[in-house]
């Protein structure tokens, strides 16, 4: 019967039932719509008019956790131009309580501080107080980590700064099949400069954004740079032994141990005892780095409990031949010999530095969680369905055998290269291009 209503009537019993939801649903279709994104645009345009009568920019990095942070290639890059001022701004993750918010927070600022760079908090636990965005850092690009309205604090999501111009570059290599969720959020749609990872995800960006990719500009993936930069100098070696008697294997399980809307990746449960019995069964020709997803361990306390999961962390992390690493990944990846995952933007990534890796998997078919660019990537894996193929992909490595090498090259050099420049390069030159000479607006 309620079929035949109309829908103002809908709309209305759904605002009667649940008024501040209707309000959210309302808010968020208000900014996606055309006409709003029309004005989005001209808002940029005068933007980049006042940006021409100044010498140098104030450039604000939001950053909420340091594991998603792929900005440091351009931030140095930004040091020595004098166009720009670069600041990172460490904002709270608010959705999961206030102890994960201040511990987040100061580990973010504390690691950044030590990279060096000119890094303030956005929040001061003692006073209670937030950083103004505007009175005190006066920015005139505001570069953001995450998409995910909820996350970051409301008084820093993109609904504040639409008269400025934003950017977003993906923490993660986009593969799942759902457009919508990877770009028409509201954050895809309303920022100044979305930047991508290939000409694929140009076409996927026109295919799922409510503005038809407008402002989308392929760069390359800013997080693989250090990965591919033959200046990058590895700073930190996370395994015990440094020699090459133990072949160095990195294990990466993701954290979905249920769904998170369109993403169902993790089979951590099927393997976590068996890699723990594979470490010391070959103790004396491996080495295995455990490097979790920074989201499994809450959701394994909640499963396990919290004595439980800090004692599987802590065999991890004291094993003769195991390391536990839970920060940056990049210099892990350069120093490994192959890797083991069920995740995510790992599977695009990895590919990068040419070595064997395996995916797991948890049964579902790879057609059901991948788009067509990461099932065409996923031909130059080895893959796991049963404990006997992690032990056989393990004693390869061990002797040697990669009998994917020749075409994973092939396929690294032909397509996932990026090209005209490295990602940092292509990201600054185009920020420069399109406030001095109007381009790409």
Known sequence: MIDYLPSWLLGFCAYVVHPLKYYRLSKESFFLSQDYLEKQRLLHNKAIEKLKCKNTWNCVFFAIYESVWKYDALYRLMERNERFNPTVLVCPAVNRGRKHMLESLHHCYDSFKKRGYNVLLSYNDEKGTYVDVRKELNPDIIFYTNPYKGLIDDRYYIYQFRDLLTVYVTYGFGNTKDFSFNFNQPLHNLVWRNYVETNKHLDYARLGGNNNGRNTVVTGYLGIENLIDTQYKVKNNYWKFHDNQRKKIIWAPHH????????????????CDFMVD????????????????????????????????????????????????????????????AMLHDCGSFLIEYLYV?????????????????????????????????????????????????????QRTAYVNEVLMPKGGLPSENILNDIINSIDHNENT
């Not at 979790?292 to 599987?312: A, D, F, I, V």
């Open 256 to 271: 979905t141990l249920e769904p998170v809307g369109p993403i169902h990746f993790s089979c951590f449960l099927d393997y």
């Open 278 to 337: 594979l470490a010391k069964k070959y103790a004396e020709k491996i080495q295995i780095a455990f490097k979790p997803h920074p989201l499994l361990r809450p959701k394994l306390e909640q499963l396990w409990g919290e004595e439980k999961t800090n004692s599987y962390y802590e065999t991890w992390a004291n094993m003769s031949n195991t390391s536990l690493v839970e920060g940056d990944y990049i210099d892990l990846f350069l120093t490994s010999d």
């Open 354 to 406: 040419n070595k064997p890796v395996m995916r797991t998997s948890n049964g579902i078919p790879l057609e059901d969680l991948f788009n067509d660019f990461t099932l065409e990537a996923l031909k130059y894996y080895y893959h796991a369905f049963k404990t006997k193929d992690v032990e056989r992909f393990i004693c390869d490595v061990i002797n040697g055998i990669d009998l994917l090498k020749e």
